[in-house]
DNA sequence: CTGTTAGCGCATTCAG
DNA sequence: CTGAATGCGCTAACAG
């Protein structure tokens, strides 16, 4: 028994209620002056009805939507999937709606996810862009009208606010720690897919001026790894470096695997990791050689996902508020769209955190 | 220096190439009849001015937004995140853009989703009921413009399409080795936070009647672990049923908790889960008691999650296709829209797998 | 094959 | 404080 009648409009609550579509528009609307005998007769008319307005007529006049766009990555990624829980909390809580897109972490893939964002006249976008230093789209969206915020990633390139982590630091801490503990043949895994050989000479050639706003979380968090050596005044062995080729566990696990097959070479006694991806493909390669952590080897992973507590020893990790980079995020992009917000692009940090647990394992010097 | 003009028009496009606007917009939209030679002028026009159709415009005529509204309990999780990838690698492919909305497996919030898709004009939805008995707000929602397609959870109070596994089976089956290993008393961490304690006692005291598409997945999988019960003649024990107040890790862990506690009296050799949270939970908590797995307890977990490879011995699984279960949701829906599926509602069941790992040991009989 | 006319549902001038 | 008129940008009849 469904009800085949359209939906009704303003004009049929307007004809109800004995005025015009216009009075009646500003008696639902809350603008403009109105005698409140007159908003009491359309409300009642308009409840009579089940009227809704309908948000795309209102759209094509206001040039608003109500809508933010976010694009991402890797929708089923747990690092972003927590991150876009926090956004949507922040958003519907202030009558914001969302779209996503999905890029696969390709800058061509996300110059149309921005393209459609912007067809589709959002009011505001969340990007992780793919690449920091390819970022003209995203300086394309940003009008007055239209907010821009980055998550997880700033870009030197773009006058945005961006919500993001200090991980240069966090891993030059980290490392520091496993530095401390006497470990002298450090493995990292990290991701320079998109990087060129170049930048990675280029970090390693100069680690005081490479700027975190050009740089990838992967390379950023691999310059912590280096300063964190050269704080030490340990050399750098660029055979302990181990870059996946892809964005996937699977690909983090053969990098790992390759790295371990050589510690007779290199004498590595532990390993760090650069993301959630990197920790789980790491961790599954090192139980496949048969190592046990952290008596054969040292390990310290990036994010603090489930596993890292119910794996034993539990893995101490570098924690990162995920839920609060979103929220924070949406809730700087809703100030913006509020006019709450009038500052120049601020580049706003949160607080990682080190959980010490039972991965690290202290080696006696030489 | 961004350009301040307004985005170009079908009119300016028009004027451009010198023809009316039906004409210009028939050129672009590639619909009733037009002269190769015109389209091309019109579409060296558009290229020209950069134009790009206002698809706000567009859906206030046609009544289409090119968008599919998702509803989910909890975007974080594991399960829905991997669906959502699924949904939206399909919809991207298609065409459509995606509208997100969270509802914490609220029954009152997924009203107001419900009505917000709506007012959104949204030409779909998929959405994972919080009450598949509860299903008014969407029943409401299928029109014969409108397609409605369940993920994950079936309604017989709804003629929609759904798409689910077969869990009581694949519950059914997985007690059952666990039985046949000579199990005789087996734990099981479910939710049933919305079911009443009725539901409860009739579940147990009705076995082949209790239809699957009137119970929420956990209290599927709990009726297939009673099946198995009673397949094998093996009386039900309610102390071994622990029923967690939410859906949240916390609540599972001090379930299992409860049911370890009582091991003494129960004599409970195993614990099987019902979904990644109950799982989690319940490892956690064995874990914390002390318990080695299978040595002290035999354990079963519910989708395959990269933990249960990573911990020691690895964890035997049911393993559900949710990237699957979200692209299979996307497809059905998209072609009730495109008009290629014309059938009544259908129950589409996607296989389950167990995968045998290390977390089961048999048990001597008495 | 192309142009003219009308209007989707609403917000916003401007008069009254 | 209220109403009439205008138009957002586009598609859909209908003529021609």
Redesign the pocket.
């Known amino acids: 028994m469904s009800d085949v009648r359209?939906?009704p409009?303003?004009?049929d609550v307007a004809r109800l209620a004995?005025?015009?579509?216009?009075?009646t528009?500003?008696a639902?609307?809350n603008?403009?002056?109105?005698?409140e005998?007159?908003r009491e007769k359309v409300r009642a008319a308009a409840d009579e009805l089940g009227?809704?307005?309908?948000p795309l007529?209102?759209s094509?006049?206001?040039g608003k939507t109500k809508t933010i766009g976010v694009v991402c990555a890797d929708l089923s990624s747990p690092f972003f999937a927590e991150a876009l829980r926090g956004i949507s909390d922040v958003a519907k809580g202030r009558g914001y709606d969302i779209l996503i897109v999905n890029t696969d972490e390709d800058v061509a893939s996300e110059r149309d996810a921005v393209a459609l964002l912007r067809d589709r006249h959002v009011d505001g976008v969340i990007v992780s862009p793919a690449d920091v230093r390819q970022v003209g789209h995203l300086a394309a969206l940003q009008t007055p009208e239209r907010a821009l915020v980055l998550l997880d990633r700033s870009s030197a390139a773009l006058d945005a606010d961006s919500v993001t982590v200090d991980d240069v630091s966090a891993m030059t801490d980290a490392v520091g720690r496993l530095l401390d503990a006497g470990h002298r043949h450090i493995g990292i895994v990290t991701e320079l897919r998109i990087e060129r050989e170049a930048d990675w000479q280029s970090l390693l050639g100069d680690l005081d001026h490479s700027e975190r706003r050009e740089l990838n979380p992967s390379s950023r968090r691999l310059l912590g790894y280096l300063r964190a050596h050269r704080e030490h005044d340990i050399p750098i062995d660029p055979a302990l470096v181990a870059r996946t080729g892809a964005t996937s566990v699977d690909s983090a696990r053969s990098a790992t695997t390759r790295l371990l097959d050589q510690r007779a070479q290199t004498g590595m006694t532990a390993v760090v990791t650069v993301d959630n991806t990197t920790s789980v493909g790491a961790y599954g390669a090192i139980r496949d050689h048969g190592l046990r952590v952290p008596d054969d080897l040292s390990f310290i992973a990036f994010d603090n996902l489930d596993w890292t507590t119910l794996v034993q020893p539990a893995v101490s990790v570098i924690e990162q508020p995920v839920y609060a980079l979103g929220s924070r995020a949406a809730e700087v992009l809703l100030d913006r769209l509020d006019g709450t917000r009038d500052t120049p692009g601020e580049e706003i940090l949160l607080d990682t955190r080190f959980i010490e647990r039972e991965s690290i394992r202290a080696v006696q010097q030489v």
Chains 1, 2 share one sequence.
């Not at 004995?18 to 009075?23: L, R």
């Not at 603008?31 to 005698?35: C, H, K, L, N, S």
């Not at 009227?51 to 309908?54: C, L, V």
């Open positions: 359209k939906q409009t303003l004009h004995g005025f015009s579509t216009s009075t528009a500003r639902l609307g603008y403009g002056r109105i005698a005998t007159t009227y809704r307005a309908n007529a209102r094509m006049i206001t």
